[in-house]
């Protein structure tokens, strides 16, 4: 409790996107969203991929870095925005980006102090904080959605991702994170098989708060193979409109000083 009081009262916003399961999207959702937030939102926002095997960030935004994120996580003592800003990489938009080697580096030895002094400089150096986790739990990744708020939890209408996203909704709170916290993201809807029933739908989120983002696989598939962001190449489709509209409630919901310009926040 005391962490999380801690970071909450930083300047920045931490949230995190976790699939449900494997390929369900939440890369994809982050990547973009944290794009949107830099570049249409005005919010220093710094995109953190915590994949450590398997993170593809800095490739799908044709980045190349001399840094990672695991160099922060195994030296927490010298974790600082001065070390932080070195191993970021800047993109051409205004993002900055903490990538992961995405080479098999072991990942076991990283603990839940690392991942909050990573984590709690971030967001005293910026607007938002934007983690995309592997699809997996470990000490880092339970230790990131604890701090995080909200957490979004992506998911698709099959009936594997939606039992898992029932087990995290009701197993999370258990370990530490609140329900309050939580968010549902319903990716790739409007797709031509639809074998859940709005009924057995709502019976699964309950209250949790949920966004639609409509399916657009040519559109995905060009920005992974452009190394861009789908909020490049067309702004105007339907899962970029979607996408938007929780860049701009992460954006909303900053306190009011975060808003203000970067000009006004240095006059304030």
């Known amino acids: 409790r005391h962490q999380r009081q801690r970071i909450e009262s930083a300047q920045g916003k931490i949230s995190t996107f976790l699939n449900t399961r494997g390929g369900a ?35 799908d935004l044709d980045i190349r870095s001399e840094g990672t994120i695991l160099e922060a996580l195994r030296n927490p003592q010298r974790v600082d925005s001065v070390y932080l800003d ?23 030895d990283i603990t839940a102090q690392a991942v ?6 971030l ?7 934007v983690v995309s986790l592997p699809t997996y739990f470990n000490e880092g990744v339970e230790q990131s959605l604890r701090l995080a708020n909200p957490v979004f939890l992506v998911s698709q209408d099959t009936m594997a991702m939606l039992r898992n996203l029932k087990l995290m909704l009701q197993r999370l709170p258990l370990r530490g994170v609140p329900a309050s916290h939580l968010r549902v993201i319903q990716n790739r809807v409007n797709t031509a098989v639809k074998d859940i029933s709005s009924r057995e739908l709502d019976e699964i989120l309950g209250n949790t708060p949920s966004y639609r983002v409509r399916s657009d696989y040519k559109l995905a598939a060009h920005a992974a193979n452009e190394g861009k962001a789908a909020t490049e190449l067309n702004s105007r489709a339907g899962v970029v409109k979607d996408l938007r509209e929780i860049s701009a409630a992460l954006a909303e ?3 009011p000083d975060k808003k203000k310009s970067g000009l006004m926040r240095w006059l304030s």
């Open 86 to 108: 070195a191993l970021m990489t800047a993109h051409p938009s205004g993002l900055h980006v903490l990538p992961s080697p995405g080479d098999l580096s072991p990942s076991e």
């Open 123 to 129: 967001a005293e150096s910026h607007d938002q904080v």
């Open 253 to 255: 919901s900053s306190a």
């Open 116 to 121: 909050t002094r990573m984590l709690g400089s």
């Open 25 to 59: 999207g939440a890369s994809f959702i982050a990547l973009n969203v944290a794009y949107q937030l830099a570049t249409e939102f005005n919010q220093k926002t710094v995109l953190v991929d915590m994949d450590i095997q398997y993170g593809t960030v800095a490739i």
